[in-house]
């Protein structure tokens, strides 16, 4: 029996921490980012975990649709015991003051990155695999910021937020489907990844409040990519999985 994972944003960060604790020959793992993470490529191969990683850039929203059935036509169902869909991958870009500077560029790629694309992927997904009798989980990994407003992070909070609400409206249909895909959206807690290192190096002016996310660092508050992405696996092995469809990792 084999499970089936795909997680975007696998390059680092959480993302590769979920990836690299999935590593096992049970496990089929799609992983895709912009860039290539080689070195979980050697440790896939180290562990018998059968891995394939696709360079796929997620601003291009209409790339992604390619792969679906590229990914979807190699589950067995005969040997399938599960399959689970990460949208992991994520940018904060751009921040500071709406109308501030020109930014078109930025935040189109933000909403593409962090709505339309996972969007999109989880449509397909649905689509192919609404009738398949086995369990079958999307995660969103969201933020605090989708429900909380903050100054400077406009496009950030707001495709979080939207992508939440894809999430709970998706929940709300699947709760009537013979064989239903449950749904997580999950803000992950502050997390010590190259998005936080971003974060720190802002100045107030551009990013209000950026000193509480110093002193986080400084304070050793932040938690580790690997625990979060414990905590994460541990979430979609548990039974309970979508129960609470907007969940914090925070408890
Ligand atoms: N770190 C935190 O404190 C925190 C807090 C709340 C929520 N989150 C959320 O957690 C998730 C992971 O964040 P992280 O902190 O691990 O971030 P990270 O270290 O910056 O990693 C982001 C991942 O997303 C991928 N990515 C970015 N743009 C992409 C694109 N255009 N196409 C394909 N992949 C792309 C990156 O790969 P490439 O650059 O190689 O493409 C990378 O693998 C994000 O959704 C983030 O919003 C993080």
């Not at 191969?45 to 209409?62: M, N, T």
């Not at 192919?128 to 990994?141: A, F, N």
């Not at 013979?178 to 803000?187: F, K």
Request: charged share 20%.
């Amino acid at each position: 029996m084999k499970k089936y994972y795909f997680i975007t944003g696998a390059s680092r960060g959480i993302g590769e921490a979920i990836a690299y604790q999935l590593l096992s020959p049970e496990n089929r793992l799609f992983c895709l980012s912009r860039s290539e993470n080689t070195s979980l490529v050697e440790a896939a191969r180290e562990h018998g975990c059968e891995l394939s990683y696709h360079q796929v850039d997620l601003s291009r929203p209409f790339d992604i649709l390619e792969l679906v059935p590229l990914w979807l036509s190699q589950v067995e169902l005969e040997t399938a015991e599960s399959i689970c869909l990460i949208h992991n991958a994520g940018v904060l870009t751009p921040v500071g003051r709406v109308g501030g500077e020109d930014r078109t560029e930025a935040i189109v790629e933000s909403h593409h990155v962090n709505f339309m694309s996972p969007v999109l992927l989880t449509e397909r997904f649905a689509e192919w695999t609404q009738e398949w009798g086995l369990p079958k989980q999307v995660l969103m990994i969201s933020s605090g910021a989708a429900r909380k407003p903050k100054a400077a992070w406009s496009s950030y909070c707001s495709t979080k937020a939207a992508l939440e609400m894809f999430a709970a409206c998706m929940a709300e249909e699947q709760a009537s489907q013979a064989h239903p895909i449950r749904v997580v959206s999950l803000a992950p807690g502050v997390v010590d990844t190259a998005m936080q290192d971003y974060i720190r190096s802002q100045d107030a002016a551009n990013m209000p409040g950026v000193e509480r996310f110093v002193q986080l660092k400084e304070q050793g508050q932040l938690w580790s990519p690997t625990f979060v992405a414990k905590k994460i696996i541990e979430l979609l092995q548990s039974p309970t999985f979508g129960e609470e469809v907007v969940a914090d990792l925070r408890g």
